[in-house]
């Protein structure tokens, strides 16, 4: 990639409870943990993330889509559309989707390489398969 086409990008890991937010640089070499919103109610979670667009300026979202093992999406990749529709009527961003088959997995294989565990683990998981989402997207975008 060359020139405009770099750029910093902000990603979601949408979870009904928690919802984990990464971010990678500008070079879009490494993705890196946020953090982890706590937040139930949808309209009050887009508020929170349109803060963190607002404070670090990313130029595109990419939200994960959970897709069934076939490849077909069920009710879940819905409300992560639903969450994209919301953030792309507040705020003038770009926002994308990337298949998160299998990020919670890798997410708590890393932890577990990490030695991270019990509540500790529960509170990054999600920022950390937001990271895995995100390096899966740049990654593509390389090729």
């Given amino acids: 990639?060359?020139?405009?086409?770099?750029?910093?990008?902000?990603?979601?890991?949408?979870?009904?409870?928690?919802?984990?937010?990464?971010?990678?640089?500008?070079?879009?070499?490494?993705?890196?943990?946020?953090?982890?919103?706590?937040?139930?109610?949808?309209?009050?979670?887009?508020?929170?993330?349109?803060?963190?667009?607002?404070?670090?300026?990313?130029?595109?979202?990419?939200?994960?889509?959970?897709?069934?093992?076939?490849?077909?999406?069920?009710?879940?990749?819905?409300?992560c559309r639903e969450l994209g529709n919301l953030i792309s009527h507040n705020i003038d961003i770009a926002v994308d989707y990337e298949d998160e088959r299998l990020t919670t997995v890798i997410a708590h294989d890393i932890l577990s390489s990490n030695n991270v565990r019990g509540k500790k683990r529960k509170n990054v998981v999600d920022a950390v398969s937001a990271v895995v989402i995100l390096q899966d997207y740049i990654d593509k975008r390389k090729k």
């Fill in 1 to 79: 990639m060359i020139g405009n086409n770099i750029m910093k990008i902000m990603s979601i890991d949408y979870g009904d409870v928690r919802t984990g937010i990464a971010f990678c640089d500008k070079l879009e070499m490494l993705a890196s943990s946020y953090c982890v919103i706590e937040e139930r109610y949808a309209p009050k979670l887009v508020d929170k993330i349109i803060d963190i667009v607002r404070c670090e300026k990313p130029e595109m979202i990419v939200i994960g889509l959970p897709r069934n093992m076939d490849g077909s999406y069920g009710f879940r990749a819905d409300k």
